[in-house]
């Protein structure tokens, strides 16, 4: 080979979903590890559920801001890419956190968004961790009231399972918040029939279902 000949640049091997982590999602998990264990107490159940291989979607109900935090920590396995909504990403710096530091999905609630679905189905056929709120807002009457059928569609489509993680209340100061984590969801029966509008109310009930069972749980400690 020539002395000026350049050797051609090595290509960089993808980084497996289980051992990719940006900076910021360890260092958010650093800082939940910290609030878990002395100002926001956090006590959790069944953590042996999150030991499933992915791809699956993590999905909990909605109390606060401090949710993801709280549904990120037991994952020791993958980094959780979750599903935020547009309004969260309007400040630059912000949304750079949210979508370049955290890997947010950001999603616009009051239209359909077929850019937001098209990726978190990528993220999942790539075998990552996609974390749902399907209750798609923290203000809401009742446990799992409205189950936003998007969620139910993608996990039908992309025929994962889905891991139930209820919280069962807002963090509070020096006060144990107890978070429940659920067996796997296997959909598998459901996603055999087709899909159809029939198939996605059906999710959505077992889903609701499903949450009940994790609240009642939480009620017999």
């Known amino acids: 080979m020539s002395t000026q000949e350049k050797k051609a640049p ?6 497996s979903p289980e051992k990719e982590r940006t ?6 998990r650093f ?3 910290i609030g878990n264990h002395t100002l926001f107490p956090v006590r959790y159940y069944h953590r042996e559920n999150f030991d499933l291989q992915g791809p699956y979607i993590a999905m909990s109900n909605h109390n606060s801001a401090m949710d993801p935090l709280i ?6 396995k993958y980094e959780i890419r979750f599903v935020g909504k547009k309004e969260l990403v309007k400040n630059k710096f912000i ?9 947010m999905i950001t999603v616009d609630r009051h239209n359909s968004d077929m850019a937001a679905m098209r990726l978190c189905a990528k993220t999942l056929r790539d075998g990552y961790v996609l974390g749902i709120f399907p209750e798609g807002t923290r203000h809401h009457d009742d446990l799992m009231q409205e189950v936003e ?18 919280i069962e209340s807002k963090p509070k100061l020096f006060r144990v ?4 984590i659920g067996k796997p969801m296997d959909i598998s029966d459901l996603s055999a029939q087709g899909f159809n509008t029939d198939v996605v109310e059906a999710l ?4 609701r279902d499903t949450f009940f069972a994790l609240r009642d749980e939480s009620r017999k400690k």
Request: aromatic share 10%.
């Open 149 to 166: 059928t998007g969620a139910a569609v993608l996990a039908l489509r992309a025929k994962v399972p889905i891991l139930p993680v209820y």
């Open 95 to 103: 949304g750079w956190l949210l979508n370049k530091g955290l890997h």
């Open 31 to 33: 800082v939940a590890a």
């Open 10 to 15: 090595e290509e960089k091997k993808p980084v």
């Open 177 to 180: 918040n107890h978070v429940y």
């Open 204 to 207: 959505c009930g077992r889903i």
């Open 23 to 28: 900076f910021i999602y360890t260092l958010a």
């Open 71 to 76: 549904l990120s920590y037991p994952c020791k």
